[in-house]
């Protein structure tokens, strides 16, 4: 079982950066992919960016790249989503969430139905 509990969240003008934290329990932290979601009012879950165990690889959803970042410390047991330029568009509940059993590949996941274990929300608002 993998507890996962964000942070960072909050309200932001656009153009701000907010860094959003997800700590999991310790034991199997490293064996997993990690990949933040985000859900707006209204509209389906959306896949935002993944990163595989060792934080070698990653991905983005092209409505994020080249403003989010997303990282990992797996001697803290948290993943991290740096977020730029932050737009309206942005407004959504941002989950983290962990694919387990990914010790030692490459694989970036985006499908959130592949992924295991989920937090429970925190909520970004980007709003003048």
């Known amino acids: 079982q993998v507890q996962l509990v964000e942070s960072g969240g909050g309200l932001v003008q656009p153009g701000g950066s907010l860094r959003l934290s997800c700590a999991a329990s310790?034991?199997?932290?490293?064996?997993?992919?990690m990949g933040w979601f985000r859900q707006a009012p209204g509209k389906e879950r959306d896949f935002v960016a993944a990163i595989n165990w060792s934080g070698a690889r990653s991905d983005y959803a092209d409505s994020v790249k080249g403003r989010f970042t997303i990282s990992r410390d797996n001697a803290k047991n948290t993943v991290y989503l740096l977020m730029n330029n932050l737009k309206p568009e942005d407004t959504a509940v941002y989950y983290c969430?962990?694919?387990?059993?990914?010790?030692?590949?490459?694989?970036?996941?985006?499908?959130?139905?592949?992924?295991?274990?989920w937090g429970q929300g925190t909520q970004v608002t980007v709003s003048s």
């Open positions: 310790a034991r199997f932290f490293r064996s997993n992919g």
């Open positions: 969430a962990a694919d387990s059993g990914r010790f030692g590949s490459d694989y970036v996941e985006r499908e959130g139905d592949e992924y295991d274990y």
